[in-house]
């Protein structure tokens, strides 16, 4: 199975939010399902309703699903009453599950690969991902930012890699402003070494990773910037 994660839906008040937007739209084009994910801790919302009324789904040929997520640690009427207020999507299945504990995992998977039909192979067996090299670093540097700062600054953050001579890799992270600088380097450095050391660790043995941290003051309201950042 292909899994298209798009980014999420929102209401878009920069240039980078209506790019984003309009990727994650064209990403439910050409698929056999698409699956709406919602925090059930958080509850099943007008936000969510939102986000289904804005996908465009030809329902004779496309499957919904919608995921009932972070069910670990909520008592079984909570997880019903989420269940029964995303009814109002008309959905062909619905899953409560915990991405975190795995509980009711297989059976989703079990489920997608029950409607899935048979296709050719798009990419070689054993590759998980599309990106290049550099892009793979970058998500990887973002993806551990956003972790240590419990994602705080998900749409402020872009990352790209400036200079790959192996071993030596350098990566840029830029945010827009200068409280958001020191944030993401941590005090004495803290947050920047543990990301260094985090993504090391996912790289080939020997790599040397030099993590920069630049200002660019409203980078993701010009579209020239954020198309040189690769969105």
Known sequence: IVFVDTP???KAVTALGERVNATALASTSDVDVVVL???A?????KGDEWVAANVA???SSTKLFVVANKCDGLAGPK???ELSQSAVLGADEYFPLSARSGKGV???RRALFAVMPEGP????????????EEEWVAELVREELLRLTREELPYSIATRVTEWEWPRVKCEIIVERESQKGM????GGQVLREVGEAVRKQMSPGAFLELRVVVDKDWQRRPGRIERLGY
């Not at 993401?184 to 005090?187: D, K, P, Q």
Request: charged residues 30%.
């Open 8 to 10: 999420g839906l929102h």
């Open 37 to 39: 994910v919602f925090d």
């Open 41 to 45: 801790a958080k509850g099943f919302g």
């Open 57 to 59: 789904i030809d329902r």
């Open 79 to 81: 997880v019903l009453k």
């Open 106 to 108: 297989e059976e989703f």
């Open 121 to 132: 192979w798009y990419y070689p067996d054993g590759e998980t991902h599309d990106l290049t």
């Open 184 to 187: 993401v380097i941590g005090r």
